[in-house]
């Protein structure tokens, strides 16, 4: 199981890639889009648009494809400075898609409000 971890403006969601749903994504993705940072940003406008819905809600298909793409992205990403092993956490600390990071989860301690 993969995780992508999103937090905007406090709002944070978990999308979890299953594994075979991972393996079938890196077995089809194109080389030419593999690394697109055009692909990134609408992927990542994906999984931020999933933000604004209520309560523990199944991701939909297209959230998981778009997980599957930042996972990928990065943990697979030939220049050094791009890359990141394991889960990644994308980061909008304004939540207005202005100003947008990603870190390893493992490198970032994210305290949830309950």
Not at 46 to 54: K, M, Q, T
Not at 66 to 84: L, S
């Amino acid at each position: 199981m993969r995780l992508i971890t999103y937090f905007q403006g406090g709002a944070v969601a978990d999308f979890k890639i299953p594994d075979d749903r991972f393996d079938d994504f890196a077995k089809n993705i194109d080389w030419q889009t593999r690394y697109s940072e055009d692909q990134l940003h609408k992927a990542r406008k994906v999984l931020a648009a999933a933000l604004g819905r209520d309560g523990e809600v199944e991701a939909t298909a297209q959230e998981i494809l778009a997980a599957c793409f930042v996972w990928n992205y990065f943990n697979t990403h030939p220049e050094e400075g791009k890359h990141i092993s394991g889960d990644v956490l994308v980061i909008d600390l304004e939540g207005d898609g202005e100003t947008i990071d990603f870190a390893a989860t493992a490198d970032v301690e994210l305290v949830r409000e309950q």
